[in-house]
T-cell receptor, first 113, second 115 residues
Framework: GESVGLHLPTLSVQEGDNSIINCAYS??????FIWYKQESGKGPQFIID?????DKRQGQRVTVLLNKTVKHLSLQIAATQPGDSAVYFC????????????FGSGTRLSIRP | DADVTQTPRNRITKTGKRIMLECSQT?????MYWYRQDPGLGLRLIYY???????NKGEISDGYSVSRQAQAKFSLSLESAIPNQTALYFC??????????????FGPGTRLTVL
């Protein structure tokens, strides 16, 4: 079946260190993989996406890696800041079909001062 | 995102009551969505609409109905609320897409409690 899940439900990182949030997926037919950030009391906010024909994509302080061989997706956050504290969701999307957006259960990232 | 607003933000109701959650957007997007989020779980799609005359069921539409009153407004109704519909509800919008993924913009959410 289709599923997007996460290896760890919580992650604690020292401020200034890099954070790596992992995600496993099972649907090889997905066109896009997306990372969302959800801060307390707010709706999810798009961070970055990657097409299925790419291995890596970089944004501002964030990098997403896609390993299709092992069906693994990761989000790397450089120099983690207190404002990065949130729940991070991976999701997958097959083209423009809304019915095929599947969200993972989320990883809570907390920052130690 | 201030461009997508939801009302009410919090609601407590009783089993059997009819509830309507409203969503408005000023982004000019054609597509609107309703999701449900339960503790420890990701978002699950309830209904979506690609334009005013288009309504589609999502993953978990049973017990819910929607109305797309205008391009900017998409409401979600629970005809007879039950306790397991207690959850956080999110509205989202996206621009018209073709073959590429289109980023979804989420509202702040409505916390619904059914007693």
């Amino acid at each position: 079946g289709e599923s997007v899940g996460l290896h760890l439900p919580t992650l604690s990182v020292q401020e200034g260190d890099n954070s790596i949030i992992n995600c496993a997926y099972s649907n090889s037919a997905s066109d896009y993989f997306i990372w969302y950030k959800q801060e307390s009391g707010k709706g999810p906010q798009f961070i970055i996406d990657i097409r299925s024909n790419m291995d890596k994509r970089q944004g501002q302080r964030v990098t997403v890696l896609l390993n299709k061989t092992v069906k693994h997706l990761s989000l790397q956050i450089a120099a983690t800041q207190p404002g990065d504290s949130a729940v991070y969701f991976c999701a997958e999307n097959k083209g423009s079909s809304a019915s095929k957006i599947i969200f993972g259960s989320g990883t809570r990232l907390s920052i130690r001062p | 995102d201030a461009d997508v607003t939801q009302t009410p933000r919090n609601r407590i109701t009783k089993t059997g009551k009819r509830i309507m959650l409203e969503c408005s957007q000023t982004k000019g997007h054609d597509r609107m969505y309703w999701y449900r989020q339960d503790p420890g779980l990701g978002l699950r799609l309830i209904y979506y609409s690609f334009d005013v005359k288009d309504i589609n069921k999502g993953e978990i539409s049973d017990g819910y109905s929607v109305s797309r009153q205008a391009q900017a407004k998409f409401s979600l109704s629970l005809e007879s609320a039950i306790p397991n519909q207690t959850a956080l509800y999110f509205c989202a919008t996206s621009d018209r897409g073709e073959s590429s993924y289109n980023e979804q913009f989420f509202g702040p959410g409505t916390r619904l409690t059914v007693l």
